[in-house]
DNA sequence: TAACTTTTATTAAATAATTAAGAAGTTAAT
DNA sequence: ATTAACTTCTTAATTATTTAATAAAAGTTA
């Protein structure tokens, strides 16, 4: 049938991923011949889908022509979903934003009015944007909660009665939707545009108000049988008998969120520790601004800040001790919006990891702070939806499954 | 270039695999056309590689030819390795063995003839059967250690100097030569034989005088960035400043080892415990006795004997707890030489799970206890040999790793 | 600056692989 | 029994893809 529709749609993915490419790379990356790429380019240029980009340098003969994707031939709905607060925005083909990123409270919790709120915001922002459907690839979703991707569900939140989340939205969109788990997705941003890009064994951990995981392993997003693989801050790790919000207790979330680390920071302050910090910082009515004044107190060298900042990051350091066991990853990446807090946990986490792990495992894993910061999860909802992108009119091809 | 080669190689290996195909399945799994697959059987047919097996039921159309290896048209060397005894068989395309299994001792510490003596041995168990080495599609070794497959190192035993141990051997014995770590052959042979077959994502604990781990991860056995991936028995799990042979506490090995279960028995039965073992079964000069009779007692209802071996079954469950958070498997398979104890830990596992698993994770993974028992090593093996035959002859094929 | 090596690009010829159509064997229902 | 539905098998026609040969562009060397 008609393949060349499968491989067009193959390089364009993989100059979304990489922004620039040569003929022979993408002859790789697709697995097809130098010939049969250059077929398919110059279809994708006639199309006007493709540009040359000038040649690259040479690396001792003639010089390649580089390729890229106009940026304007395809555009991506990209929303990030916390508990309390979403953000949208619309991507072009090098992940720029073409409209501001909207932000808007949306609380997930005991609100069955959400999906339908969250699909009327999403066309009103298409709508504005004045960018035609057709020329939208899709939206990519990340949420928090147990999510299937591959199924489209969500199991915490989003409740829509008959349908899953994907489909509610889909059909009221009328884009195709994905969706995966938060942490997931900040994985799947780091892999493709940050810290884990080329590496095939990679963790990354979520830091935010709960300690996420998302793991690549072998190359890919890894989302375990029932896509709820991950699942880090919730192992049973320590004998404290503090309760969790997942019912068990002892949960590694007990010792290391962030509202833990600010009830400590204030009942220290109680107890009558010095530091720069006051009460007045740490109210329970503004988490956000509590957490940022701690991380603020602690770069500024003060010492009870940096301690309890450190607590935690040795207890997810000794989480990370029992990954890199299990797991053996090439890198650890600390991301996320707390990712912030990133540098000051460095050094804990990595004393945990002299303590915890067998040398010869923990010698030949990095520790990084990524750079994609507070971004990552919108670019990994983009990236979902362009991973999904040569897939989505291929569903017809019988043979699908049988080439690259 | 000569494909045909390659696709031939890719058919004999399945067959291998699933024992009798048609020609649907084998085009199906070799991802080419049924009339492509057709070619290449009656090819293999002619030479002798391949036969028809008759006829399987119709499905509510025309019956296929089921086709099979014939069973002496190659052979694989397994080898078990412990850091005491070593295990080595002949098997033929059915998995059967042509010679018996040979048993002798190879003390692996403080050992350097070790390399050389498996060399010899392996020669003279080949020079015996009587097969001619352009028979043996190849050597498959199981070893304790810090095994690197891909490399073919193995980084704690059989020192060989200058060369890998898998050179080394290759190069004394003539053939090609697989490597990996026992606990990882476990799990490749209950994938391909045992109960993780068809199954995308299994972890399989092999129970020994240690607690390995090989874990099934979409399909494909995971190894890690350096190769060392699944080192459970090292997690750090508790408080109980209990030393390990790591070098570090509170390792998960410290309170589940088989040793660690006698020597409880015996510490028992000297505060005096009510039982019907005695001391005299639990000699520490024959721990294999020691614990087979432990098993036997709690097989017969024992109560002190349940109750030790229960105790560490609870705790192999809290790390596997930890395990499903993490890697959200659709199996977990108790397997190994211990496994015969695998049926009394199925419930302390599965309490432990109740206890410490999120429930919407842990009710979806079923506990299974292996069938394939004592020979699970050997087994793995000689999967390993033929999960690589492909390659094998294929190195020169330049296009090898852009087709299936 | 010419000769040579290296890398990329283009084309035509050769081969590889699939599709499509029809034959043949089974089951099940009328 | 006969027919319809379905699956497998076989063959020829068609299409897809690669190989190999050549040209073009850069760098390297003497």
Redesign the interface.
């Known amino acids: 049938m008609e393949r060349s529709l499968l491989y067009k749609r193959r390089i364009v993915k993989h100059l979304y991923f990489s922004n620039m490419l040569s003929c022979a790379d993408l002859s790789d990356k697709i697995?097809?011949s130098i010939p049969l790429t250059t077929k398919m380019l110059s279809k994708l240029m006639e199309e006007g889908t493709v540009t040359e980009t000038g040649y690259a340098a040479s690396t001792g003969g003639r010089r390649p022509v580089m390729y890229s994707l106009k940026e304007d031939v395809m555009y991506v709905v990209s929303v990030a979903m916390d508990q309390l607060v979403t953000q949208i925005a619309i991507l072009d083909m090098q992940n720029r934003n073409v409209t501001n990123t909207e932000l808007f409270e949306l609380p997930l919790t005991k609100n069955p009015d959400a999906p339908t709120a969250l699909a009327e915001k999403i066309n009103e922002i298409i709508l504005r944007s004045g960018i035609p459907k057709n020329k939208i690839a899709g939206i990519g979703i990340g949420m928090p909660g147990?999510v299937n991707s591959v199924k489209g569900i969500n199991?915490t939140f989003l409740e829509t009665e008959g349908v899953t989340i994907s489909q509610y939205i889909s059909t009221k969109v009328k884009l195709p939707v994905y969706i995966d788990n938060d942490s997931r997705l900040i994985a799947l941003a780091e892999l493709k545009f940050g810290a884990a890009r080329q590496r095939?064994?990679a963790l990354v951990i979520n830091v935010g108000w709960g300690v996420g995981?998302g793991?690549i392993?072998?190359g890919?997003l890894?989302?375990?049988?029932?896509?709820?693989?991950?699942?880090?801050s919730?192992?049973?790790?320590f004998?404290n008998n503090k309760l969790c919000s997942?019912?068990?207790s002892g949960c590694l979330e007990t010792e290391t969120s962030l509202l833990v680390v600010i009830e400590k920071a204030r009942n220290g302050l109680k107890g009558g520790k010095l530091s720069m910090l006051n009460e007045q910082e740490l109210s329970a009515n503004n988490p956000e601004k509590a957490f940022i004044n701690i991380v603020a107190a602690a770069g500024k060298g003060d010492k009870f800040a940096v301690e309890i900042l450190s607590e935690a990051g040795y207890n997810i350091g000794?989480g990370v001790?029992?990954?890199i066991?299990?797991?053996?990853?090439?890198v650890v990446i600390l991301s996320g919006r707390g990712s912030t807090a990133g540098k000051i946990w460095q050094a804990p986490i990595q004393q945990a990891l002299n303590?915890?792990c067998?040398p010869?495992?923990s010698v030949?894993t990095e520790i990084e702070v990524s750079v994609l910061g507070y971004n990552a999860e919108l670019t990994g909802a983009a990236a979902l939806v362009m991973e999904n992108y040569e897939r989505e009119e291929i569903k017809n091809l019988i043979y699908e499954?049988?080439?690259?």
């Open positions: 697995h097809k147990f199991y095939k064994n995981l793991m392993l072998e890919e890894f989302r375990g049988h029932d896509g709820f693989a991950g699942e880090f919730h192992i049973p790790l004998l997942c019912g068990k000794r001790a029992i990954l066991h299990l797991l053996n990853p090439e303590e915890h067998i010869r495992l030949n499954n049988r080439m690259y």
